[in-house]
Nanobody
Framework: EVQLVESGGGLVQAGGSLRLSCAAS????????IGWFRQAPGKEREGVSC????????YYTDSVKGRFTISSDNAKKLVYLQMNSLKPEETAVYYC???????????????????????WGKGTLVTVSS
């Protein structure tokens, strides 16, 4: 069974840091790009970051560049999102999702995130207090 399980969410003060983890199983990890999304209360789901570890390519939405870092441990089938200098408006449920590398390699990471992912986790809540 395909599973993506997020962890690491919690309560943090503005300016603080959290590291989210996404544990993948049930599919060929190296054949997929893994993305992080977030959905804040009353807002649409937003693509935050994406990684193709086999290709050595990462992507970040403009609002998190310089503050967030995505990385992967392919042997452990884990993807991380290190989030620094968090802002209250970044309070959201954060999801990880997987998409086949074909889309990533042909259309790029932004298109991959916007067109839809193959598999989704259930999310982890990040609350940033002011």
């Amino acid at each position: 069974e395909v599973q993506l399980v997020e962890s690491g969410g919690g309560l943090v003060q503005a300016g603080g840091s959290l590291r989210l983890s996404c544990a993948a199983s049930g599919f060929t990890f190296d054949d997929y790009a893994i993305g992080w999304f977030r959905q804040a209360p009353g807002k649409e789901r937003e693509g935050v970051s994406c990684i193709s570890s086999s290709d050595g390519i990462t992507y970040y939405t403009d609002s998190v560049k310089g503050r967030f870092t995505i990385s992967s441990d392919n042997a452990k089938k884990l993807v991380y999102l290190q989030m620094n200098s968090l802002k209250p408006e970044e309070t959201a449920v954060y999801y990880c999702a997987a998409d086949n590398q074909i889309t990533f390699r042909t259309l790029g990471p932004e298109a991959t995130m916007s067109l839809g992912m193959d598999y989704w986790g259930k999310g982890t809540l990040v609350t940033v207090s002011s």
